[in-house]
């Protein structure tokens, strides 16, 4: 039986008379225009920067690994209980070089990890199962002592986390909680090769650093083969040093374009872009590159390899370094369009290999005026392009009254006409 039903339809509470005709309504028909309670919102909002650096598992649970050199005493802490209690293991190396030991080997649904080393050079974490990777890289250095620290010092830093995670199919990107690198003032070798051939890793950490000055090699083959990353981050540096990223990409299949590299002056840092793309199989559209000052070998093999790529990006400098455009889109095979080449004074090795075998190719505009004699300064530059029957005409347009000079520019079947650009 329902009581309420029984109820006499005049109550009096507290000396106030309240009238209704059921109590079978909903809330809103008994309170009606009255404020209903608002349940307390006990959720936190996911921070990265002050988490741990944390495993966990996709399902399941996984067996995570710190491997270590013999020779290296590292010591890592890590937390299986969302970071109540921590537990300390030390690698106690036998003196012997060439082998690795274990430094943990835990099982567990989800793993933070913290310590104090100057760096993790040679060292692996690995993983057995797909799992999602994400808080602040920096608990590694910095132990509980993480929070808000945004620099990595020179010296003592060298080498941070080179390699940390290379080969390791089973690190994923999580769709909410993010990885993040917060360095500002990075150390050479820093990152170097960091997620190399993380296969399945499909979203990249932000890199905020804008300064890489006396930072060689930071990001050199950071996310080389990464098969399944669909972007790259932002690069937001000017200033470069020698090799920060070269190779940084190669190999990541699923790019559809780079990021914007804002540099203008690329003096002394050579290689600084070289192998940045290479044989990224998806690039079909290149970044703009404004830089007017170069460095050697800057540009090597940048986008060597890149089947999708038509358009080349404007090349403004006018002075040359050894190397600079050395082999940068080599085979590059529906490339249409090359940028003009307005350096008049050639340097060696500047064009080597640089639009080989890009088979739609069917001009070049280059304006230089001297120093065809020099190394390797127009070898095989333009050998086996326009050679798709895409291509009627191959012209190479020169400055006028150069169109003697030693082109080096095939003859036969796929010959180049040279002519006077007036």
């Known amino acids: 039986m329902n009581l309420f039903k029984k109820l006499p339809k005049i109550i009096f509470l507290l000396g106030f008379t309240l009238s209704f005709t059921s109590c079978e309504g909903t809330l809103d028909d008994i309170f009606g225009e009255w404020d209903r309670p608002t349940p307390a919102d006990t959720s936190q909002k996911f921070d990265p920067l002050v988490t741990p650096l944390t495993f966990e598992a996709v399902s399941g649970e996984i067996t995570l690994t710190v ?37 943990i080997s835990i099982k567990a649904n ?17 993983v057995n199962e797909d799992s999602y990777v994400y808080g602040n890289i920096m ?12 620099t990595l010092d020179k010296e003592k830093n060298k080498s941070a986390f080179s390699h ?32 190399m051939e993380c296969t399945n890793l499909k979203r990249a950490p932000a890199l905020p650093a804008t300064d890489l000055t ?21 690069l937001p ?66 986008f060597c390899g890149c089947p999708e790529l038509e358009i080349a990006p404007d090349l ?19 490339l249409t369009k090359a940028p003009t080449l307005p350096a008049e004074t050639l340097v060696s090795d500047c064009y080597y290999y640089m639009f080989k075998n890009c088979a739609r190719l069917g001009s070049v505009t280059c304006l230089a005026t001297s120093g065809f004699e020099l190394t390797r300064v127009l070898s095989e530059w333009i050998t086996n392009a326009g050679t798709d029957e895409s291509v009627t005409t191959r012209t190479l347009y020169v400055k006028s009254g150069h169109s003697g000079e030693n082109w080096k520019a095939p003859t036969g079947t796929y010959a180049w006409n040279i002519v006077d650009n007036q």
């Open 67 to 103: 491997q270590t050199p013999l020779v290296e005493g590292k010591t890592i802490e890590y937390s299986v209980d969302n970071g109540a209690t921590w537990t300390s293991a030390t690698a106690k190396g036998d003196g012997n070089a060439g082998g690795y030991i274990e430094v």
């Open 110 to 126: 989800k793993i933070l990890l913290r310590g104090k080393n100057d760096n993790y050079y040679d060292v692996y974490i690995k």
């Open 139 to 150: 608990s590694l250095i910095f132990g509980a002592d993480y929070i808000g620290k945004y």
């Open 164 to 195: 940390l995670f290379s080969y390791n199919p089973h690190i994923l990107s999580h769709e909410s909680k993010e990885l993040v690198l917060p360095a500002t003032s990075l150390a050479p070798k820093c990152y170097y090769g960091l997620f």
């Open 214 to 234: 006396g930072c060689d090699q930071c990001y050199m083959d950071m996310f080389e083969a990464c098969r399944s990353l669909i972007a790259t981050p932002a």
């Open 237 to 302: 540096a000017t200033k470069l040093s020698k090799k920060c990223y070269t190779g940084i990409f190669h190999y990541c299949d699923k790019l559809k374009e780079g990021s914007v590299l804002p540099a203008t002056d690329l003096t002394g840092c050579d290689d600084c872009y070289a192998n940045m793309f290479f044989h990224c199989k998806g690039i079909i559209k290149a970044p703009d590159l404004p830089a007017t000052k170069l460095a050697k070998e800057c540009y090597y093999a940048m």
């Open 316 to 334: 403004p400098a006018t002075q040359l370094e050894e190397g600079c455009y050395d082999t940068m889109f080599a085979s590059c095979s529906k």
